[in-house]
Structure formats: structure tokens, C-alpha cells
């Protein structure tokens, strides 16, 4: 059968790829789940480097582990233009262990910048399994603004979104909805509304936690930590403009360090910035 790639020539090449992306992912279909962050640059001539946060299974029953890792490695946009590709990266956790990961990838949005196609958005789908559990990673990557700088002011005012317990079957899982009021300047209030397992099989039960006194703490790559008496997690913003000096996050992903405390499982977030400016 005739390829069907030629129809979907836009003109992507090796220079589409070019900049800072964020980079989100959140297993599925192995024996524990894991999830992660991070920010990948790509050169824009087939090399690229990144920095990566994952949270996966522990040594024992209901742990988990917060690993940072660095990665170096290659890419290339298909000749034909249709905007896939692949990449081949040597991934190292600062625990001493090195994983070699190759990825099938698609270019899914892409704007003009300065007369290039630059990709705006890209999904990395991992050739292989995770080692130890067995898992399918598919990995979205987002393009940073160029402009500005990622501070503590990227995030000012309310933000809102879903928190997913992943892990857990019904009656022992957990959902949530919650917002988060952040100052500009390391401080937040927040208000989440849980739905957890209630007194008996199958009753579900809403409670609602309050915090008055968090902080948060961002890099200039766009991570970041939310700290709050129950817990922290680490974020990467997903999604951002440039106003003036500053880069404004419009979303952010983040992942709890510890299990949710009455189900046990990982927990994973989007969040976005509520009102304009």
C-alpha cells in the first residue's frame, strides 16, 4: 500500500525543533505507576539536552521515589515533512543508574517564528517499557516563550484544575478539584475539594482542606516546588507567555511527592491560570 506521509507534507525539518520545551508524562499499563516533569532544549540541529523529575515505585510496599535525572542525546524530523521523527537520548539519574531511551515523535502544533515552522507542541511516544514496572510512557512537550524569565512573579493570582489519584481502583481511589491563589512573591492559599472513599464499599464521601500558609519556590527553567503543610510536589509550567521581563505561567503540571495519604496512590495535576493577565 502507498504510503500515505507525502499528504502530510508541511515542510518540518530538524530547524522546526528549536528552544525550551516543558515536558509532562504519566504511565500507563504497568504493574505501578510513575509520572514526570521536566524541560528538554533542542538545538534546532538534531542534538538535545534536558533535565528530568520522575516519581516512581519505591523499594517497598506503597513508597515512592523522586529521582532526578540530566539526559543528552539526538533527534531527527523526517525528510518527507510530515512532521514525525524520532529521538535517542542516554538518560542518567543522579542514583548512579543510566537508561537509554528512543522515541517515536510527532510534531502537533507549530506556528512561523522569524520565517521557521517551530514546533509548538510535540508527543514523544517511548519505544520501550519502563524496566521495572513494565509501563508505557507518552510524553507531551510544550514550547516555552523565547522572551522573559520564569521568577516567583510567573505566578500571580487564582488557578484552578483537577487532581487525579492514579494507582487506585474504586472504592480505594481519589479525585479532587481545587484553587490556588498565588501572590507573585513564594506565597499561596489554596482551597481543594476531595472526593474519597466514604464508610462502606462503594460510598463515597467530599471533604475539603484548606490551606492557609504555602509557598512555592521556581526556577528559572520553568520547575518549581509547591510546599504546603500536608505535602509538597514538584511542578514544571506547561504552558506560558512573555510579558515584558517575566514569563507568565498559564499552566502548570505538578506531581506529589508522597502517596495521597488515605488511598496510597500517585497524584497528578493541571492547573490553569483562571482570568487573563
Do not use: C, W
Request: glycine fraction near 16%.
Amino acid at each position: 500500500m502507498t504510503s500515505m506521509l507525502p499528504t502530510l507534507n508541511e515542510g518540518f525539518t530538524n530547524a522546526s525543533l528549536d528552544g525550551a520545551y516543558a515536558v509532562t508524562s504519566v504511565s500507563t499499563g504497568g504493574h505501578g505507576e510513575s509520572a514526570a516533569i521536566g524541560v528538554f532544549r533542542f538545538s534546532g540541529d538534531g542534538r538535545f539536552t534536558g533535565a528530568i523529575t520522575v516519581n516512581g515505585v519505591g523499594q517497598l510496599f506503597g513508597e515512592r521515589q523522586v529521582m532526578n535525572a540530566s539526559l543528552e542525546g539526538t533527534y531527527a524530523v523526517d525528510d518527507n515533512g510530515s512532521g514525525y521523527g524520532s529521538t535517542r537520548a542516554i538518560v542518567s539519574f543522579e542514583q548512579g543508574f543510566i537508561r537509554e531511551v528512543t522515541t517515536t515523535t510527532l510534531i502537533t502544533k507549530a506556528e512561523v517564528l522569524n520565517g521557521t515552522l517551530i514546533a509548538q507542541e510535540v508527543a514523544l511516544m517511548e519505544d520501550g517499557v519502563e524496566p521495572v514496572t513494565g509501563a508505557l510512557n507518552m510524553v507531551q512537550a510544550v514550547r516555552h516563550p523565547d522572551k522573559g524569565e520564569f521568577s516567583l512573579a510567573s505566578f500571580q493570582g487564582t488557578y484552578g484544575g483537577p487532581g487525579i489519584s492514579r494507582g487506585g481502583r474504586t472504592p480505594a481511589s481519589a479525585i479532587g478539584i481545587g484553587a490556588v491563589n498565588f501572590d507573585g512573591q513564594g506565597n499561596f492559599t489554596a482551597v481543594d475539594i476531595q472526593n474519597l472513599p466514604g464508610t462502606g464499599f462503594g460510598a463515597r464521601r467530599n471533604a475539603s482542606f484548606d490551606t492557609a500558609d504555602g509557598r512555592y519556590r521556581v526556577n528559572v527553567d520553568g520547575t518549581g516546588m509547591i510546599i504546603a503543610p500536608g505535602g509538597q510536589a514538584h511542578l514544571v509550567v506547561s504552558r506560558a507567555y512573555a510579558d515584558g521581563d517575566i514569563k507568565v505561567a498559564l499552566e502548570y503540571f505538578f506531581i506529589t511527592d508522597d502517596p495521597h495519604p488515605p488511598t496510597g496512590n500517585l497524584v497528578t495535576t493541571r492547573v490553569s491560570k483562571r482570568l487573563p493577565g
